[in-house]
Structure formats: structure tokens, C-alpha cells
């Protein structure tokens, strides 16, 4: 089993809709978790860090559930602009190795 | 500004080469990592470093090798025995125990293989 899997997507969805990603994590003895975003045949970009508490950022919401293991991100009101690759990564410490997911492909629709 | 430059952007090796990518920082991170992107993949780690001279292999670390003999840079080797080694390599930097563990990265170097 991967260490961190995501949602295989891709997710084709039109402007203004809402869309959820899931990722989860093997280890659970992580600590830190967190959303990026990568264009095409760019760098990652960090969206978000994910608290336990949940965390919003504008049109972005982040949640984190410890006991099924999951990270979730979801976007409202897609915009044109949204269309990427979203990772997710996890820490056990942050003295430890950063681990991604495969990534999970959007393309918002005109 | 501060940032991490990764150099050269794009490398045409032979097979059974040996090729160093740059990776350079001044950020003062302590933390630097390399991982490799293949297409439509996520990354995968090949080494990370989170102090100078000390580095830990990652989960595909066969046929490259590092060095972190300065705090600021962090070249990857790709040797002649990494099989397949085309594919879009990334260096990242991060500051550890500064709050969440966010990870900088460079722009990225893309090696052919011919």
C-alpha cells in the first residue's frame, strides 16, 4: 500500500461548481499535512496547510480526519483558473521526509 | 529575493553518462530535499538533507547520489546506473520545526535521456 494516495481523477467539472478531494495516509503517527498546487510542467505551490481544526482560505476548505486517516480539499465556485494538479503531502515530524500523493487532476470547463 | 534556483533547465544526457543538477538556496533552510516527477505522476523522494553533511536516502534512491558540504546547495547526481532516468527533478528546501514544515521549491530541471 501506498504510503499517501489520492483520488485518481481526473475531475472535469464545469465553472462555479463545488469539488471535493480526498487523500489518505498510511502512517498514523503523522503530524503535518498539507494541499499543493502544480501547474502544468511547473513547481508545487503551496495551497494550504491542513490543522486539525480545519482551516478556509477564501473559496478553499481543508479538513483533516485522524481516525479514517483522511485529508479532504474542497473548492467552490471553480474557477477557470483552478485548473491544476492538486498534491497532498504528509509529515510524520517536520524533521522527517515530506511524502506526496499521486496528485489529483482538475480542469474546470467554460 | 530569497529563493531556490535549480540549474540548468534543461539537460540532454547519453546513455551512460553521469549528470549533476544544481540546486542552489538562500532561503537559509536547513532542510533540502530531491524528488523526481515523471509524467503524470506525483513526486517521488530520492534524497533529503536536513542538516550539512548528513543526508538520508529516499524511497528511490538507486543510481543517484547527493553531497551537502554548504548549507545553500544540494546537487543531485544522476549516474549511469539509474536505469530510466528522464523524468523532471525538483529540489526543495524547508525550515523544520518553524510551525508546519512547508516545502520551497525550485523551478525545476528536466533531463532526457538520449
Known amino acids: 500500500r501506498k504510503e499517501v494516495e489520492q483520488d485518481p481523477g481526473p475531475f472535469n467539472v464545469p465553472e462555479g461548481a463545488t469539488v471535493a478531494f480526498n487523500c489518505t495516509y498510511s502512517n498514523s503517527a503523522s503530524q503535518s499535512f498539507f494541499w499543493y498546487r502544480q501547474d502544468c510542467r511547473k513547481e508545487p505551490k503551496l495551497l494550504m496547510s491542513v490543522y486539525s481544526s480545519g482551516n478556509e482560505d477564501g473559496r478553499f476548505t481543508a479538513q483533516l480526519n485522524r481516525a479514517s486517516q483522511y485529508i479532504s480539499l474542497l473548492i467552490r465556485d471553480s474557477k477557470l483558473s483552478d485548473s491544476a494538479t492538486y498534491l497532498c503531502?504528509?509529515?510524520?515530524?517536520?524533521?522527517?521526509?515530506?511524502?506526496f500523493g499521486p496528485g489529483t487532476s482538475l480542469s474546470v470547463i467554460p | 529575493d530569497g529563493g531556490i534556483t535549480q540549474s540548468p533547465k534543461y539537460l540532454f544526457r547519453k546513455e551512460g553518462q553521469n549528470v549533476t543538477l544544481s540546486c542552489e538556496q538562500n532561503?537559509?533552510?536547513?532542510?533540502m530535499y530531491w524528488y523526481r516527477q515523471d509524467p503524470g505522476q506525483g513526486l517521488r523522494l530520492i534524497y533529503y538533507s536536513q542538516i550539512v553533511n548528513d543526508f538520508q536516502k529516499g524511497d528511490i534512491a538507486e543510481g543517484y547520489s547527493v553531497s551537502r558540504e554548504k548549507k545553500e546547495s544540494f546537487p543531485l547526481t544522476v549516474t549511469s546506473a539509474q536505469k530510466n532516468p528522464t523524468a523532471f527533478y525538483l529540489c526543495?528546501?524547508?525550515?523544520?520545526?518553524?510551525?508546519?514544515?512547508?516545502?520551497?521549491f525550485g523551478a525545476g530541471s528536466r533531463l532526457t535521456v538520449l
Open positions: 503531502a504528509v509529515q510524520k515530524t517536520s524533521y522527517d521526509k515530506v511524502i
Open positions: 532561503l537559509n533552510h536547513d532542510a
Open positions: 526543495a528546501s524547508s525550515l523544520p520545526g518553524a510551525g508546519a514544515n512547508v516545502l520551497t
